[in-house]
Every structure is written in structure tokens, then in C-alpha cells.
């Protein structure tokens, strides 16, 4: 599975992956879902809002347990970044299948539509429209930087962009969902363990600054005529650094568009997004509150994620499943070392004690999240990034890591799927 999505949208030059929601690249994916879908005899539906489904059992006779991700990515972002929780959920349910194991309840895999906002700017805008946290009307008049909206472009795809909305006969079909990732941390890595569970998201947003100022000559104007909005950008970028360092969170202004935008003139417009996030909700509204007084801006909230606390007691459930089952593979992969040809056994990673797997926060926004905001019972299991780095081509996992995260999965899904 890994290898027939290796190459989708994948940046030649870079090594990073271009799959902008709705995007050619995004399209060939889907439809690789809809084929492994058909392949394991999964009845696949497409919500209002883009957003696949894929179940075995009727979910409207019972709310299923429910594992997936998303295939978009960041702009020259990682392989791993969303497709390793969908390639993983079809894994698991293989092993599950291999097991002989027929689950109480109906098992889906859901494929998230526009996780990343890469295109339009909001994130997690399938499972923000299906819980009705984003605004319809809002999402349809969305633009890319060609100018297009969401709503023409859903059309160009065949979709109705009238449909889109909050979906309670989707959402009532989701008993519990459970997220696999890849760690965007080194988390895992300081505790010395392949595969963790999160306790939480950190409350983040992202907000729109408009500096304005007036387009002239870039020779012929001198500098005390010129009303360049580039100068108080430049001092608000250097003032979020600091800012975020003193109120203990993080601020990143990560997207520019200048207007424009020639070398040779000076900018009538500055636009930039700042994205800001941290443990501590009230210092990351007021580091936002301190640049948009100070910068002299136009500022606009885009998006905005409160925090997440997992539930409690569904937290400590995965975290004992998915111990037991590293702990299992672990010992089944030693047993085999010990067989005749050791040397073509890898060692799938002995390093983390036996028991729980580690529960730990992350900074990172997740369709987990919005799921679990709007009250729907879920959970993530992380698999560990060696790099810690994400959202690059530099987003790492090793194939013995992910494998332990599938072991941990449809041990998680089995345990689940008995209650």
C-alpha cells in the first residue's frame, strides 16, 4: 500500500509532497482509498462534505468504532504526515482479518478531506464543516491563491458545494474514533518508544495580518516618501519571536503574499498569516491581542482550536491495548531472531519496558480533535519520528516503528470493538 501512494504528488525536485485538497494528486488518492476500500468488501459512502467512509457492519443500526486520517499534506510536506494513519487503519483491519477476529460493532475507516488547509487556509475543514464549526456559507467563499473558491472547485469536481454542512446522520454513525500519526515531536523518541497516546492538543489558530502601505518605485522613490508595509511586517515578525518566548507558546508567521509583489516596486499590500499555539490558552490570545495593537494591522481570525483533553479513561484503555500489543510484537520478533537466520530479522525496537505505552500532549491540530470537541469519545495513537521534524520531507518513521503502530492499532480496534 505504501508503495502505490509513494509517488502521488511527490515534488521530483524537493523530495516533498503537493496534495492540495481536491488538487489531481488529491483526486488519484482518493480514489486509491475508494479501490482498497472495494478490495477488502467495505461499503465506502461519501459524506455532504467530502469526506469517505469506509464500513464493515451498518453504522446505522449501531455507532461503529471508527480509525483513519487524511491524504492532503502541507505544501512540501512528509510522506508520513496523515498517510500513515490510512494506509495503518487498512492494515490493521487485515491483521484483524487474519486473526479470524469478528468485531461486536461496525469498524470504519475514514479519510478526511483538506486536513492541512493548505489550499484554502482553514484546517481541518472536512471535520470542522461536518460538525458544523465552520460555516458553510464561509467555507464555500474560501480562495486559493488562484483565485478560485471552494465552491468552484468542488463543482469542477463533481460536487454539489450547496451540500456542504454540519452531517448529524454521519456524525451519529461514529461511536469512537481513534487517529493513528506520526509523532511531530521527538516525544517519543526522549522516552525511548516506538509507539505513544495523546493526552491532549494544545489550544492554536491561525489570524490573517493586512498591512497596507502604497505601491511606488522601487528607484525613484526616496525612502523618507515611501510607505513601504513591508517595514512594520518585518518589525512584527520579530516581535511575535519574542513575544511568544516571553508568554511561554510558540508563533509562526509561516505564509506572505506581497502585492505587487515585483522586485523592482515597492509593496502596496502585505499580507501574512500568523499561526500561534501553546498549552496555555489565554497566553496564546494575548500574544495574538499584543501583535495586532502594536503591528498597526488589519487582523482577522481564520481559524481557531480550542483545547483538547482526550477522554481520561478512553486515554488509558488505548495505552494499556497498544502496550500489550508492542510488548507482543516485541517478543514475537526476539523469538524469531532467535530462529536460524537471525541476521535477516531486525530488531523491531526493545529499547521501551514492558506496560503502557507513553501518554503525552502535542502541539499539533487533528481531525481527532475537532471530533473530540464536538463531543464525539477519540483518540490518537503516535507512531515515533526519529527526525522529530514534520511537515518536511525530512518526516521520518521506520518501517519495524509502523508496524508496531498497526500491532498497537488493531489491538486498540479489537478492544473497542468488544464493548
Do not use: K
Not at 467530502?50 to 455507532?63: E, K, M, Q
Not at 465552491?151 to 454513525?173: F, I, N, Q, S
Amino acid at each position: 500500500m505504501w508503495g502505490a501512494i509513494e509517488r502521488l504528488g511527490r515534488d521530483g525536485r524537493t523530495g516533498g509532497y503537493l496534495r492540495d485538497a481536491w488538487s489531481p494528486a488529491d483526486l488519484e488518492l482518493r480514489e486509491w482509498f475508494r479501490q482498497e476500500a472495494a478490495r477488502r468488501g467495505l461499503d465506502l459512502r461519501e459524506d455532504r462534505n467530502g469526506n469517505l467512509w469506509a464500513w464493515r457492519g451498518d453504522p446505522s443500526r449501531r455507532p461503529g468504532v471508527v480509525t483513519g486520517s487524511h491524504l492532503d499534506s502541507v505544501r512540501q510536506g512528509g510522506a508520513f504526515d496523515g498517510p500513515l494513519g490510512i494506509v495503518s487503519a487498512f492494515a490493521a483491519l487485515d491483521l484483524l482479518d487474519a486473526r479470524g477476529f469478528r468485531p461486536d460493532r461496525p469498524l470504519g475507516i475514514a479519510c478526511f478531506t483538506d486536513e492541512e488547509g493548505a489550499r484554502f487556509g482553514v484546517p481541518c475543514t472536512g471535520s470542522r464543516l461536518l460538525t458544523g464549526v465552520l460555516d458553510p456559507d464561509r467555507a464555500r467563499g474560501l480562495t486559493d491563491d488562484d483565485g478560485s473558491s471552494l465552491a468552484d472547485v468542488l463543482r469542477r469536481a463533481g460536487r454539489d458545494p450547496g451540500a456542504l454542512g454540519r452531517d448529524d446522520e454521519t456524525l451519529g454513525h461514529v461511536g469512537v474514533f481513534v487517529e493513528l500519526h506520526v509523532e511531530q515531536g521527538r516525544g517519543l523518541v526522549h522516552a525511548g518508544a516506538p509507539v505513544g497516546v495523546a493526552s491532549a492538543i494544545w489550544p492554536h489558530g491561525r489570524w490573517r495580518f493586512d498591512f497596507r502601505g502604497r505601491a511606488d518605485h522601487a528607484g525613484t522613490t526616496r525612502l523618507e516618501d515611501r510607505d513601504d508595509p513591508m517595514l512594520p511586517f518585518a518589525r512584527t515578525v520579530l516581535q511575535a519571536r519574542e513575544a511568544a518566548r516571553r508568554r511561554g507558546v510558540v508563533a509562526t508567521f509561516g505564509r506572505l503574499r506581497v502585492s505587487p509583489g515585483s522586485a523592482n516596486a515597492i509593496p502596496g499590500l502585505v499580507t501574512a498569516w500568523l499561526d500561534a499555539r501553546g498549552g496555555d490558552t489565554g497566553a496564546v490570545r494575548a500574544l495574538v491581542a499584543e501583535l495586532a495593537e502594536s503591528s498597526g494591522a488589519e487582523v482577522g481570525e481564520e481559524s481557531w482550536t480550542p483545547a483538547v483533553d482526550f477522554d481520561a479513561a478512553l486515554r488509558d484503555r488505548l495505552a494499556s491495548a497498544a502496550g500489550a500489543a508492542v510488548a507482543a510484537a516485541r517478543s514475537a520478533a526476539h523469538r524469531t531472531a532467535a530462529g536460524p537466520h537471525p541476521e535477516d530479522v531486525r530488531d523491531t525496537v526493545s529499547e521501551a519496558p514492558a506496560g503502557p505505552v507513553p501518554v503525552l500532549p502535542t502541539g499539533a491540530g487533528h481531525d481527532a480533535g475537532i471530533l473530540a470537541a464536538a463531543g464525539v469519545p477519540s483518540a490518537m495513537v503516535f507512531v515515533r519520528n526519529p527526525t522529530g521534524i514534520s511537515h518536511s520531507p525530512e518526516e521520518h518513521a521506520e518501517a519495524s516503528d509502523c508496524h508496531l503502530g498497526v500491532a498497537a492499532l488493531a489491538a486498540t480496534l479489537e478492544e473497542l470493538c468488544r464493548s
